[in-house]
């Protein structure tokens, strides 16, 4: 039978986010045939639960006999383990191959990640089906499975052997653990072995191999490596190990039979080692290594360049930052855990605050009076696991009661220091007194720098930190601590290192900037002495402006709000005396476009009083382009008339009067150009006439005019008419009309009367009158006789006929004696008779007709004789 004893806990091969709590288990096979490898585990349990096991979190006991296992006992501590196994009582079981494998696989089921497993059995295994969930679970937890087997299985009767090692091999293969063979006599170097495992933070499995015959393993051991154990399990093997030297290194023969060899090289030297096996038969070896970083711890609640600014302890009941110093900078630090009180563990990540020093960094709160360690993790060049840890530490002690105490200064900066040209620097020094000293930074000349300082040690010992930005020539700096007690100064100087350079950082290259944003063209050198730069625009130098601005360094030019002035060649020039460049730019600009509008219509016909509203489209513009409205003129486009109002884009007529007619243009202008249209505005309305003199005189046979000026859209039909009394009279051929509607003809004596001039379109109709008088001239017909003979006492009628004559004239006769006297006898109209009766003597004379009007006049002389 088997006595299946598994002894698990958290096993030391982690990474650096596997640092835990651990179990300690035993998983114990409890059949009859391993009643004196139970008694001999019973007097020694308590021996190896003594070596100091840190990280156990709890214990669990695993029986198993055949056919059952379990079910898993879990203790929370090690004395209530050691009273279990000691009552652990055996019992039956005569199979073999023993059922050792379910075992196993409960035991790395309940217990936790990264254990180590110790399995003690005198059998072979059967249920091979459960390797491969053995396999996934030693992958999945990370832990290990060393088997002890003290036995065989070998049948009755015959007493040949029953079943292989080759399960055992490939669990232990598998969980990078080892098997031990043993006998009952050395069945002890079981525990010894379980102790010097158990007691190491073994970091890296060298080798995990199972072969025939022969093998040769290469080992290299650095400086990091401090312990290397190398286990073998065959058929009489033999293990030659030799440094590079050929020689055997020191050896602790810690399992020592005819089928197994734990071997562990003591203080092995930095090198390269040869390890020789020879075996008969199948062979499993492993080769454990134990590897541990040097490092220095520094505490600081600010963070610290170096160990210098730190102090050894943390403060308490703060924030504090821990500072990690590696001496062997290959070593890359991942993490570091914190274990307080022995009992609670956190895990820090890490950063990296100066790899050239191997100077890490973290932050935590401690606790005041509570002890912690720290272990780090991190690994070489190869990603090997390397870990370090401290001892126990605790945080400063708060100190009630201090002695005052002057002002002292010590320098962590060096009393000399070389920096480099325009370098932004952090000097630190640290200051002790007590009551608290003011701590300041100067220069020679007095110029104060910004500082800051903290309590390092508790209650009298401070650090300061001073900010210097840009040192650009030789300085000496003063950090001074003072009080009421007195004061301390310390010095220290600055020297720059400034070599002849001239280096282009940047330059202006082609760019393409938005309308109205904001464009930046770059022109830095980092040169010794140092340059000046200037700036050219289209081959001018370009000084601050509106839309132009060079920042005080010269590095930049900002072209504030981009526009179409603004494009074109760009230059910087850059010199120092001693060298000289120049790069040029083309600076293009975009979201620009020309304005592009649209009217609906180019001809709009109205009419009077209408209302109207007509919109000028923007189509396109980048920028939005500004609308106006011009009217034009004789004199050309001026503003729009009285009675039409533009607003943005809208032209607005409220009531449409004729002195609206003409053409509109609307003009969209932004900064890249212009566009326009035009609209004529035509406004319909019935006929109206000019006003002219209602009468008009004129002479007989004068050309006569008369006006008729027509104003009327559409254009009107003009006609002239005469009447009188009523009556429309035709005008004949002579009487002509002209395209201005004026009428023209010859005056005649019949001409005389009303004339119209009439005017009609679809609006309505206007006339006009005018009234013609021509001015004719009377006209009297020539008597029959010119000399009329009568005798006394006849009568006589003397005629008067006159025509033609307009206006009407006056007619009279007048009568000159012989002796010349004149006498007007008789006023009429256009015919006048006189008649004379009875006549006499005094009758005889020359009697004169007169005919006259205001166009002239006429007469008749008869001459009357009497007998």
């Not at 006498?823 to 006499?840: A, I, K, P, Q």
Request: charged share 25%; glycine share 4%; aromatic share 8%.
């Amino acid at each position: 039978m088997l006595l299946f004893f598994v002894l698990l806990y958290f096993s030391n091969f982690v990474t650096a986010n596997e640092y835990g709590k651990k179990s300690f288990t035993i998983v114990l096979d409890t059949t009859i045939s391993m009643r004196e490898e139970i008694d001999i585990l019973k007097s020694n349990i308590e021996s190896i639960l003594k070596t100091p096991l840190s990280d156990i979190d709890n214990y669990i006991l695993v029986p198993f006999d055949d056919p059952g296992f379990g079910p898993p006992i879990i203790l929370q501590t090690p004395s209530k383990l050691v009273e279990l196994v000691n009552i652990v009582e055996v019992s039956g079981g005569n199979e073999c191959p023993e059922n050792s494998l379910p075992a196993i696989e409960q035991a790395l089921t309940v217990s936790k990640p990264n254990s180590m497993i110790f399995v003690f059995t005198d059998g072979y295994a059967r249920n091979n089906s459960k390797l491969n969930s053995i396999e996934n679970l030693c992958r999945s937890t990370n832990s290990q499975v060393i088997i002890f087997l003290s036995g065989k299985c070998v049948s009755s009767g015959s007493k040949s052997v029953v079943g292989t090692i080759d399960a055992y091999f490939d669990v232990a293969k598998s969980c990078s653990g080892s098997v031990i063979q043993l006998q009952l006599n050395n069945f002890r170097q079981v525990f010894r072995m379980m102790k010097e495992i158990s007691k190491t933070d073994w970091t890296e499995i060298v080798a995990n191999k199972i072969f025939t015959g022969s093998e040769q393993f290469t080992i290299s051991i650095d400086g990091y490596t401090k312990d290397m154990v190398i286990t073998v399990t065959g058929e009489y093997p033999n293990v030659e190990i030799l440094d590079e030297n050929g020689q055997i290194p020191a050896i602790d023969r810690i399992v020592n039979t005819l089928h197994s060899k734990v071997l562990r090289l003591i203080s092995p030297p930095v090198g390269t080692y040869s390890v020789k096996i020879f075996c008969q038969g199948k062979t499993l070896v492993t080769i454990y290594k134990r590897r541990e970083v040097n490092f220095r711890l520094g505490f600081s609640p600010k963070l610290a360049r170096s160990l210098k600014e730190t102090t050894n302890l943390p403060l308490p009941g703060t924030v504090n930052y821990i500072s990690i110093a590696i001496a062997e900078i290959s070593i890359e630090l991942n993490s570091i855990y914190i274990r307080f009180n022995g009992r609670r563990v956190k895990k820090i990540d890490v950063e990296i605050v100066d790899r050239s020093l191997g100077l890490y960094s973290a932050q935590e709160y401690f606790e005041p009076d509570t002890s912690f360690k720290i272990t780090i993790y991190g690994h070489d060049e190869s990603y090997q696991v390397i870990k370090g840890s401290t001892g126990t530490l605790t945080p400063q002690k708060m100190i009630q009661e201090l002695q005052v105490k002057r002002p002292k200064i010590e320098w962590i900066e060096p009393k000399e220091a070389l920096v480099e040209y325009m370098a932004n620097i952090t000097l630190a020094c640290k200051a002790s007194g007590y009551p608290k000293p003011t701590i300041s930074w100067s220069d020679e000349i007095g110029n104060i720098f910004p500082s800051e300082d903290a309590l390092l040690e508790t209650r009298s010992v401070f650090i300061s930190y001073a900010y210097v930005d840009k040192v650009t020539e030789n300085n000496t700096i003063h950090c001074k601590a003072e009080s009421k007690e007195g004061e301390d100064t310390l010095t220290m100087d600055l020297f720059v290192n400034r070599t002849l350079m001239f280096e282009v950082l940047e330059y202006p290259q082609d760019a393409t900037f938005e309308y109205s944003t904001e464009g930046q063209l770059s022109c830095k050198v980092d040169a010794y002495p140092e340059a000046t730069i200037q700036w050219y625009h289209n081959d001018s130098l370009v000084e601050n402006g509106d839309n132009l601005e060079i920042l005080s360094d010269q590095s930049m030019l900002l072209l504030k709000y981009m526009t179409p002035q603004l494009t074109g060649e760009y230059r910087c020039e850059i010199n120092n005396n001693i060298q000289s460049k120049r790069y040029t730019a083309i600076v293009d600009i975009s979201g620009v476009e020309l304005p592009e509008i649209e009217l609906n219509d180019s001809e709009l016909v109205l009419r009077l009083d209408d209302w109207v509203n007509i919109e000028c489209t923007i189509k396109k513009g980048k920028p939005a382009p500004k609308v106006t409205w011009k009217f034009k003129t004789d004199n050309g486009y001026e503003d729009i008339p009285e009675g039409v109002s533009a607003e943005e884009n809208h032209l607005k007529i409220p009531s449409v009067k004729t002195e609206h007619i003409g053409i509109y243009k609307c003009e969209a202008e932004n900064i890249f150009g212009t566009d326009s249209k035009e609209l004529l505005i035509k406004v319909e309305y019935p006929p109206k006439i000019k006003f002219y003199d209602k009468l008009k005189i004129v002479r007989l046979d004068e050309d006569v005019e008369l006006s008729c000026e027509v104003d009327a859209i559409p254009k009107a039909e003009v006609r002239w008419q005469k009447k009188q009394d009523d009556i429309i009279i035709p005008l004949d051929s002579r009487h002509e009309t002209d395209e201005w509607n004026t009428l023209r003809f010859t005056a005649s004596s019949v001409d005389s009367g009303n004339y119209y001039c009439i005017a009609e379109n679809y609006l309505g109709r206007a006339e006009r009158v005018v009234t013609l008088n021509v001015l004719v001239p009377p006209y009297i017909d020539p008597p029959p006789r010119k000399i009329i003979t009568i005798r006394t006492g006849e009568s006589v009628t003397l005629q008067c006929h006159v025509h033609h004559g307009h206006p009407e004239p006056s007619t009279k006769w007048e009568f000159i004696a012989l002796n010349s006297t004149l006498t007007t006898l008789l006023r009429g109209s256009s015919v006048n008779d006189l008649t004379l009766n009875n006549v006499s003597k005094t009758h005889e004379g020359s009697y004169i007709c007169l005919a006259e009007n205001m166009a002239g006049s006429d007469t008749i002389k008869i001459d009357l004789k009497i007998f």
